[in-house]
């Protein structure tokens, strides 16, 4: 399999660095918090006031709340690198979905509060440490959190570049506090057919709201762009979650991505498909399983078929399942 790598030909600089030494960085900070007083800061549109503390869906107030953060071994080579991707987990979600491979995180909320101050410790933390990006798991839902925290993280000399680790079901009011802040987007591309997202995520807009949202990450980031040595420095990365009997909808999911974006966006099927949260052999049966090896091959030749050139390579743990 033939994967082109684009090299990043300029020393890199994160983008937030630039809106830090203009003042907008500043002024993003304030309109981040004024989208949590009646919160829109998803498009659940929820409007209960996140300043007072008060939360709805995503189970978050004032403060985000982490459940974990440290350097991280399993994401695409591109992120982890050699010295891991710095990942920090947050807890909960505004998508929750039914089978969710982080049940006590998204749904259960473990974690601790963490204030501004706090997360820009841990930004620095996981820079000290070596790792080779600051990632942001789940942030849909406290997006004017990290936006509050980032210019005391940059004080601190945070200069790694922010990975975007999303669901994708993100507004745009977020993602215009984002642009210029976020170097690499990766959303999850869960489904294209609304009835299967109003089933597994009571979210039957997710289909549309997350095709708006990846085309908007692609205008500000375009192609994933590597440095010399493979390591992700800015761009778009699209994951997508093989499902059992295609309730995601590899087919249409990869030729939009091909037809409305770039054959060579970069893409990552993931096959590590497993039954959790509260799937069960008595509830949403059709799922209660891993997929098989012939609907992953599916899978693949649908992406190719759509004509997009940059999958990733790295799937031989994943097989192992088989
Ligand atoms: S971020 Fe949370 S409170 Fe705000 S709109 Fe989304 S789910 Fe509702």
């Known amino acids: ?40 800061a998803c498009p659940r549109n929820c409007r209960v006031d996140r300043l007072a503390d008060k939360f709805a869906v995503c189970r978050t107030g004032r403060y985000a709340i982490v459940s974990s953060y440290g350097p991280h071994h399993g994401e695409e080579d591109c992120l982890r690198g050699w010295r891991g991707s710095g990942t920090i987990f947050m807890s909960g979600c505004n998508l929750r979905c039914v089978f969710c491979q982080n049940f006590d995180i998204s749904w259960q ?28 798991v789940t942030p849909e839902h406290v997006v004017p959190q990290i936006i509050e925290a980032l210019p005391l ?6 200069h790694l570049p922010i990975v975007y680790n999303t669901g994708a079901y993100d507004s745009m009011e977020s993602l215009e506090l984002t642009d210029g802040v976020v170097d690499i987007y990766m959303p999850d591309f869960k489904y294209w057919d609304s009835e299967m997202a ?50 995601a909808g590899t087919r249409e999911v990869t030729r939009w991505i091909a037809r409305e974006l770039s054959p060579t966006t970069y893409v990552n099927l993931m096959p590590q498909y497993y ?48």
């Open 198 to 247: 109003r089933k597994y995520s009571k979210a039957p807009d997710y289909p549309e709201v997350a095709r708006r949202a990846i085309k908007e990450m692609y205008r500000q980031v375009g192609d994933l762009v590597m440095d010399e040595n493979g390591l992700a420095k800015r761009g778009l990365l699209i994951r997508h979650l093989v499902m059992p009997a295609d309730i």
């Open 275 to 322: 039954p959790a949260g509260k799937v069960s052999r008595n509830e949403y049966t059709e799922i209660n399983r891993r997929i098989t090896l012939s609907e992953y091959e599916r899978a693949l030749d649908e992406a190719w078929g759509a004509g997009l050139k940059r999958l990733d390579p790295r799937r031989p743990s994943c097989l192992g399942i088989f």
């Open 153 to 158: 993280a940059i004080e601190g000399g945070l």
């Open 109 to 136: 909320l473990r974690g601790a509060v963490t204030p501004p101050e706090k997360l820009a410790q841990m930004m620095l933390e996981l820079q000290e440490q070596g790792c080779h990006n600051s990632n942001f």
């Open 1 to 40: 399999m033939l994967i082109k790598s684009r090299r990043a030909t300029q020393k890199f600089e994160p983008a937030y660095l630039r809106l830090f030494e203009s003042g907008e960085l500043k002024r993003r900070v304030e309109r981040a918090l004024a989208l949590l007083q009646s919160c829109t």
